[in-house]
């Protein structure tokens, strides 16, 4: 079983809905949570991280995590088609050294 | 200065050439790291250096060796690389090696 799991997309959505990006992971002892976004051809930009249970939110975005059920989300209010490129969820392991990336959602935000 | 700098943005070299990466950050961070990046894929780990410690991921191949001069820069030398090397490489540094990782905008290497 692969360490972060999520849906490689594309995800499409209309301009002003919400994008809703989920991932999983396998290591229960998992800390750390991170969303990234990352343009086709640039680096990853940092967007969210989330170290406990619940809800967090800053500006359209919210991160939710369920450490439970090893489920984390991110939530896109008012989708802007700036917004289309690939979401990264990565993690940080049990071991606190291993910085664990999902393959990517390619989100498309369609005007 | 909040960023993670990266020289050069492009490299283009054959298979007998070596070259070095570089990458420095003045943000204070303790930890430093070296990803590389093939297209549509995530990154992955190649080297973390942290606490003046480096750790290494054993599938790393010994033609990449990274050298750390002080605690701001973190250099990836190449030797004897092969086509398959091509990739994005990013460096990113955090606060600390439990912290958020804030990414350079990658080197992107061509070996011919």
């Known amino acids: 079983q692969k360490e972060v799991e999520q849906n490689s997309g594309p995800l499409s959505v209309p301009e002003g809905a919400i994008a809703s990006l989920n991932c999983t992971y396998s290591d229960r002892g998992s800390q750390s949570f991170f969303w990234y976004r990352q343009y086709s051809g640039k680096s990853p930009e940092l967007i969210m991280s989330?170290?406990?249970?619940g809800d967090k939110e800053d500006g359209r975005f919210t991160a939710q995590l369920n450490k439970a059920s090893q489920y984390v989300s991110l939530l896109i209010r008012d989708s802007q088609p700036s917004d289309s490129a690939t979401y990264l969820c990565?993690?940080?392991?049990?071991?606190?050294?291993?910085?664990?990336f999902g393959p990517g959602t390619r989100l498309s935000v369609l005007p | 200065d909040t960023e993670v700098t990266q020289t050069p943005k492009h490299l283009v070299m054959g298979m007998t050439n070596k070259k070095s990466l570089k990458c420095e950050q003045h943000m204070g961070h303790r930890a430093m790291y070296w990803y590389k990046q093939k297209a549509k894929k995530p990154p992955e780990l190649m080297f973390v250096y942290s606490y003046e410690k480096l750790s290494i991921n054993e599938s790393v191949p010994s033609r990449f060796s990274p050298e750390c001069p002080n605690s701001s820069l973190l250099n990836l030398h190449l030797h004897a690389l092969q086509p398959e090397d091509s990739a994005l490489y990013l460096c990113?540094?955090?606060?600390?090696?439990?912290?958020?990782?804030?990414f350079g905008p990658g080197t992107r290497l061509t070996v011919l």
């Open positions: 989330i170290y406990s249970n």
């Open positions: 990113a540094s955090s606060r600390l090696v439990e912290n958020e990782q804030f």
């Open positions: 990565a993690l940080r392991d049990n071991y606190g050294q291993n910085f664990v």
